[in-house]
């Protein structure tokens, strides 16, 4: 590339745009995470974060990336050789298959074509014929971040309820928090995991679990090995404002002021704001004639748009060129999409003209790279924009 | 507006996007102005600051907005009574010339209908005539921020020279230093006036003067009153990169970062790239059956594009409805233009992909706002930035 | 020195440490300066300012350096051969004599040992022989930065009343502003000049004029020249929230943060603060067998303490031995107190242990540098500070 | 307390002062951290962090605090039931040895007082009795940070070769990495755990695991159940600068300028410098007529002083008073020191001037609280660190 001037367009979907107030708020010296000033930012924090999660329940705060926070919930609640129903729905419920592996769960995992999510069918099917009550727990991951495909979570509560089966149900809501409706006292969720760096709009490096009452019993019981992610500790510690280990201090203060964000531009405008941001992004991507990996209207992501290209042609080759020639980073296909799928990021701190310059980039991209397309997408958004 | 989500755009003519990492630079603690490490910022960036000028002369800081560097220019090298010739060509010309005759000048002012650069002709024609040689400087705004209108500073300066007159030439290129060739030897110029906000990326409150050999002898001469904007106890100070007073020592932690960034990309490229991109927001002005106020090719500013409504729109509703429903800023119509025109900046640390999405708010913008227009003009944009 | 390691310690007298809440204030893009949001921020600034400077009128923001305001209290309030009586009392004032001359006044000096600061009796004295009514101001430095000395401007105004004379009293409250009690309004003080840099905690680059009703009376017909210093077209732009050259943006981010702060603490807890410092600094150097510059126990700076070594020791290479080896800047000695004398500041944002690890360093370097001391001032001023 | 002014002091033995250098790196936008850019600056690090733990081995970043390095460490390389030997040096010992048995190991835990490190002869002495070879590793804190006692590392390996047993060394070298000598290769440690938040002067969040072969080869058979802290993905992303999950990215960004700080100032003299404070400290300590945790002149920790105080004093109000009146946090007493002890933590970012003004707070602060002391301390150190 040449040089390059202006922002980088970081169309992934995360780690997001780190706001200026939220990258300011962080660069501050680091306090003693044992005195007064850091338990009144604790407490605020864990007052403040239930709202996001829709729960009234305790949120559990872990210094690590996502991945740790799957690898909490599930050690947590669960004990070895316990079953737990898992869905093939895209990259990222194969890794949370494989870490339940690892750790030494049984998976009964439901095949998937990677374009549509859960079916609660299924799920009713699965557990209905669990009458061993094998199945200790249901794992969802509500917005799939490598198909940009949503699954309806309410629904697989209803399902698991609909069969009386005692199951917890524990969701990967990492990419769909603080951008999609997100329920978790509502829809009886048991474990939330999330991180930082998506709709929380701050660097990647903390992540959470929210714990249902009943999951907190569970956890009485579980017998995998645990330390660093014993809720027990963590909790106790919390009611003062304290943790058991050093905090991610810095990250804290940049989590106030993104909660403070949040609440300021309100959850149903957030949510609102990022569904009509996907929209209008599926709307140039149908304009260019393209096939977005989606294919069920009801599961559309608002936080991602995954697009399919036909097979002569290479994906990368197009983040490539997209990136080298207009400074803008999209999400590559990962798992089996590699090569055959890139993915725009439409989520966190983010606005129409941001959009628009970054279909912009795609179509020019798209056209440099000779992927036969109709040059109308960003004319097609524009419209759905200015209404 | 709903509240605004995601990087405001600022689309006026400066103060222009301070790139993150000059910020970063003046995010610092201030120093001792008299110690040996304020000392080195000093004579590296007096250094430095030759080539974005083109001079090998001495430039002058002040802190100051730009407006102070005018009236240095014109305290440090004339007399009360002096006349300076002036021309009409748009609102910053118009500030000029009042300066000039608050602080005791003369001004000839050129009429001008601000859609015109300075003629060298007149030039030639009105030194040609001041055989009593009264006339003791020229001062030309080199690129009009309130038009977008480029005078052809070159050509100034021979028309000077092919009368023979002696008098001084005194440019203002705040909008252009940084954006648009400029030789400050090369073409002649007795002081180059410049600021810290447009294309040196920097917040405000730092402006300049390159002074040529001429304009030094002058100054002896001067008879102006003046201390703060004295070049000779400036220039004294800083052949040991001190100060006569307290510098502006955070802007030059940022002056010393923005310089190495216009370096690192390459003056020519950096010019290049303002040309581009102001080519493709007059294609979109024309696309969408608008005038640009700018009349002749060859005058056509390459950081700053002012588009002219008829008389039955208001540009201030259109800018306010922009801001309001896009969350970008546009620079408003000055002086006579005031209501008429609107001003798209595209100057300083900027891209492809934020030039179209600035360009497809003022698309809808326009649309909204029922000025009636051809919705082709991201379009043509596009095309422009692909090829 | 060895590689420096840990927080410079910034003990010179200004520039002033910037606190980190400052410095992230104004880590933020600049925005539009003729749009709402600056709107807001520069009405809030503006109302802000006054409890500051002791005043219900308006105060005058220059993006300019403190000796800027200094020009702009003297072209607004006189004509060229004015006579302004001013004193010897030091560096500053001497400098602010120089500009005066400069411009076109005529400067009566008072003579002065700088030692002491200005005495009222000789100003009742001064302006009581003026039959002739030439006097049109008088100037008087506050707090004289390079002797540590402080005027009493309550007293001098009322030596101007004694005798009824009509002059205008112009004060320099540069380094005392936010540190020394300072009453613009109550002790009849007509501009109050004052920059950023020092009490206000913030980076150089921003000055101030407060304006009392005479001033502004008295600037209808003043004659010097003057444009970018002219208060009436900032004062007209500020009763709508802007400005008629571009104002320093980021500065005022800065400056709205440390109002907050220094209205948070109070302002009697502020000067407190700084008296109770200066007391600890003043004990400890007289506890080293070494004199301060100032001989006038009421006249004790509470913002900077001036140390006079005897003429067989260079106070420039201690303040380089203790640069060097401690990583701590003090002032120099200035004007003909150059190689004299060393300046303690302790003023802005500054606390305890900080002065206590800057007299620590002191004490140690005049130990090295074989002054010959008792060193038993880092004791006293503990016993000081515990009290 | 009065409202805080000036920079707080933070002396407790970690979250130490992170650099205003550092923190104006990490305050920049996440980047794509599959991208090209982050690829470079990924690989630079993983070769940058060699040399501070003394290896030429791979060195493993987690997202995750200190603690999960710990965990990481027992989980490569242990399966359930093994034994580890351990020994009760302090709070993080005790700390290590709870984790250990919740994972499902068997701790030989050799008593201690807490105010002695680790005796090697009683290595020799419990892994020559081993003789059934149960014991799989020796664990040891390098330097307590609750206790202020350093263990000679490379002795205890010495025990552990002189009688051919072939368990692991890990060791904790969370609060000397950065500060003490440390060489994990020469020293034949297997394991080394480490943190940001010390000696590396960054925010917490991120730990570290340097791998030996000998290591490796037993992660291959080593059966605890690992996911998140498995080391083979790491290591095989890492290779190409990638990781697994998602890395703290801005946590890297500080720790490429934090290594570049340590490697400017030299690691010899990083360590110098803290050997001198420690020094300097525990003079002071001693001059006021109190003890050092810590017994052994060998074993003084270079981080961290722990001073106790007799029973009848309440250390932790000591404490509470000391950040009240001088905005200094001290660390507490952990575990059975509690309210018996207060920490001096002189590690990180830190000079000669913090350490006396620090010194001047904690001697004051005793005498506030009527511990009786000597008031010597302060002139103690300060002898010690002019010299």
Chains 1, 2, 3, 4 share one sequence.
Request: hydrophobic share 45%; proline share 6%; aromatic share 6%.
């Amino acid at each position: 590339m040449s040089y390059p001037s202006g922002r980088h367009f970081l169309q992934i979907p995360g780690p997001t745009n780190v706001p200026d107030r939220v990258l300011r708020a962080m660069d501050a010296p680091t306090i003693d995470h044992r005195g007064p000033a850091f338990q009144t930012l604790a407490l605020d924090i864990l007052e403040l974060l239930g709202p996001v999660f829709g729960t009234k329940g305790p949120v559990v705060i872990y210094p690590a990336s996502g991945s740790g926070a799957w690898e909490a919930a599930l050690v947590n609640t669960l004990s070895p050789g316990d079953t737990v129903l898992a869905f093939d729905t895209g990259h990222f419920a194969a890794l949370w298959r494989e870490m339940a592996g690892k750790l030494g769960l049984v998976v009964d995992f439901v095949p998937g074509d990677w374009r549509h999510g859960v079916d609660p069918g299924v799920v009713a099917e699965k557990l209905a014929a669990d009458t061993a009550g094998a199945i200790k727990a249901v794992c969802v991951v509500h917005n799939e971040t490598s198909t940009g495909v949503t699954s309806r979570v309410a629904e697989v509560r209803e399902a698991i309820d609909s069969v009386g089966h005692p199951g917890l149900l524990l969701v990967d809501a990492i990419s769909s928090l603080g951008c999609i409706d997100y329920r978790h006292d509502e829809w009886g969720v048991d474990v939330t995991v999330a991180g930082s760096q998506k709709g929380l709009m701050l660097p990647p490096g903390m992540s959470f679990n929210a714990v249902s009452e009943k999951a907190l019993q569970a956890s009485a019981g579980a017998g995998l090995p645990k330390s660093y992610w014993d809720w027990r500790p963590i909790l106790k510690g919390n009611r003062n404002g304290f943790f058991p280990y050093t905090p991610p201090t810095n990250l804290l203060y940049g989590l106030k002021e993104s909660l403070a964000m949040l609440y300021d531009e309100g959850l149903p405008q957030v949510f609102a704001r990022h569904a009509r941001h996907a929209a209008a992004a599926r709307a140039a991507v149908r304009a260019w004639g393209l096939a977005v990996v989606c294919v069920e209207e009801r599961e559309h992501s608002a936080s991602v748009t995954a697009v399919l290209l036909s097979e002569e042609h290479d994906a990368d080759k197009v983040r490539d060129l997209i990136l080298d020639r207009f400074d803008m980073s999209l999400g590559a296909g990962l798992g089996k999409l590699a090569g055959r799928v890139f993915r725009i990021g439409h989520l966190g701190h983010f606005n129409d003209l941001t959009l628009l310059g970054a279909l912009a980039g795609v179509q020019m991209g798209l056209q440099l790279a000779e992927v036969p397309i109709h040059p109308a997408g960003v004319e097609v958004a524009l419209e759905l924009l200015r209404a």
